[in-house]
């Protein structure tokens, strides 16, 4: 008959996976202030913490969702095949200038979007943004935004 083994602390791969979340989840809700910190030395939580709030990591997954956020460069690709228009990281920096846009937070320094955000994004909103930074020839692309707009790969493209 297997033993089973109570744990009496958490690390965080441990604590993340008894809430049900993964680390970037894990990373994002203690950012937000949605879980609580380690409360044993060396970055751990105790196995008493870790019960009193695993029910959380519902609401992590609620607020978050599943799938990981994504820097600029793919934000703007992924609206960009979404909208037809040859977004830049630049547009999406303007996005978040304007409040249309959140930053969720940030890996290795840089902002980091959370994918239902981006789709939840006007069309018509992004155009004009685009249209600001292009003027006239909103509707013209070079061949690397048409690869973005594809959402081909470039040498494909070429």
Wanted: aromatic share 6%; proline share 6%; glycine share 10%.
């Amino acid at each position: 008959m297997p033993v089973q083994t109570t744990r009496g602390h958490y690390g965080a791969h441990q604590f993340a996976a008894h809430l049900g979340l993964t680390r970037w989840q894990l990373r994002v809700a203690l950012e937000h202030g949605m879980l609580p910190g380690p409360d044993l030395e060396g970055d751990r939580w105790s196995a008493e913490l870790a019960e009193e709030v695993r029910a959380y990591g519902e609401q992590v997954i609620a607020r978050f969702g599943d799938d990981p956020p994504v820097g600029s460069a793919r934000a703007a690709a992924r609206l960009a095949a979404r909208v037809g228009l040859d977004v830049e990281r630049r547009d999406i920096e303007v996005l978040v200038a304007q409040g249309e846009l959140n930053v969720i937070s940030s890996f290795r320094g840089h902002p980091v979007y959370l994918l239902r955000d981006l789709d939840r994004l006007d069309p018509r909103v992004v155009r004009s943004v685009v249209a600001a930074r292009k003027g006239p020839l909103i509707d013209t692309v070079d061949s690397g935004g048409a690869a973005t707009i594809l959402d081909w790969p470039r040498g494909t493209f070429d």
